[in-house]
């Protein structure tokens, strides 16, 4: 039995300062089972100044947040270098190159989307999302940043609510971190 985040969503939203990363907390297994309902898929590292939200299979997300936390580490907590080191280190270790993740993190002043080939991708328009209902977030976050004046942390959380109503592996079991 494989257990896999298959069924998250998750979505930053950058706007007036403010940088949100929202995640939902379904685990689904194999597709058909709701295994979990309050996973913590969004999480604050290093020293509580970046936030990362993580999708893609457990061990291998679990693996790459790692992995991420110590290139922070290794760099002073410098989001863009520790992102494009992880990047690097994804296209060139063969082990790493196996893993099924992708990751949205950020800090004060950058919003990053690390995808599962190793690409590092700061949104032009400040808004990301991935997972199985991460296109159902982007496009309700996309539509609230244009026809509202909602803050990031509301956006992202609406983006996930809305999300939630159409995808059936997003639950409404929404955690929201801010910086």
């Not at 979505?11 to 309050?38: E, P």
């Not at 790493?96 to 991708?121: E, T």
């Amino acid at each position: 039995m494989e257990s896999m985040f298959r069924g998250t969503t998750i979505c930053g939203v950058k706007r007036n300062g403010k940088i949100a990363i929202a995640g939902d907390g379904q685990v689904t297994i194999s597709n058909s089972v709701i295994f979990k309902n309050n996973a913590r898929k969004v999480r604050r590292i290093y020293n509580d100044q970046v936030v990362i939200g993580f999708a893609g299979g457990v061990a291998d997300a679990f693996s790459l947040f790692e992995k991420f936390e110590g290139m922070l580490n290794k760099f002073s907590g410098n989001l863009m270098r520790s992102a494009v080191e992880l990047a690097q280190t994804w296209r060139e270790d063969k082990a790493v190159r196996q893993l099924d993740a992708m990751m949205i993190v950020a800090d004060k002043n950058q919003l990053l989307m690390v995808s599962g080939v190793g690409d590092v991708i700061e949104p032009d328009e400040g808004i990301c999302a991935i997972g199985s209902g991460g296109n159902y977030a982007y496009a309700a976050a996309k539509a609230l940043m244009q026809n509202t004046k909602l803050s990031a942390k509301e956006i992202a959380e609406k983006a996930l609510k809305i999300a939630s109503e159409i995808c059936v592996f997003t639950n409404e079991h929404i955690i929201v971190e801010e910086v």
